[in-house]
């Protein structure tokens, strides 16, 4: 069984500054792209960022130039670095990740349970 654990999410002022972080932990053989969606009420989940195995990487317009998305493939691990926080950035924050559990195994999506990111302005 996978696990996608979320941490790093709460309540900060416009222009401030947050790091999510997801640990991915079980019975995984490989882990292909990691990401965050994010949900608001009354808006479908989009896609924040994302980042291959090989490190490339890919965001929202709405994100660029403020949001930074690395891993740690040792520790199984996806970070987001949230700076220049707006108010429109508040929302539920979901860690996404393609993983095989085994070698004869097709990959399949996991997702976190989510955590608050909320933007006063």
């Known amino acids: 069984q996978v696990q996608l654990v979320e941490s790093g999410g709460g309540l900060v002022q416009a222009g401030g500054s947050l790091r999510l972080s997801c640990a991915a932990s079980?019975?995984?053989?490989?882990?292909?792209?990691m990401g965050w969606y994010r949900q608001a009420p009354g808006n479908q989940r989009e896609l924040v960022a994302k980042?291959?195995?090989?490190?490339?990487?890919n965001y929202a317009d709405s994100v660029k130039g403020r949001f930074t998305i690395s891993r740690d493939n040792a520790k199984n691990t996806v970070y987001l670095q949230m700076d220049s926080l707006k108010p429109e950035d508040t929302a539920v924050y979901y860690c996404?990740?393609?993983?095989?559990?085994?070698?004869?195994?097709?990959?399949?999506?996991?997702w976190g349970q989510g955590t608050q990111v909320t933007v006063s302005s």
């Open positions: 996404n990740a393609d993983i095989r559990i085994h070698w004869s195994v097709r990959a399949y999506d996991y």
């Open positions: 980042v291959t195995n090989d490190g490339s990487t």
């Open positions: 079980g019975s995984i053989f490989v882990i292909n792209a």
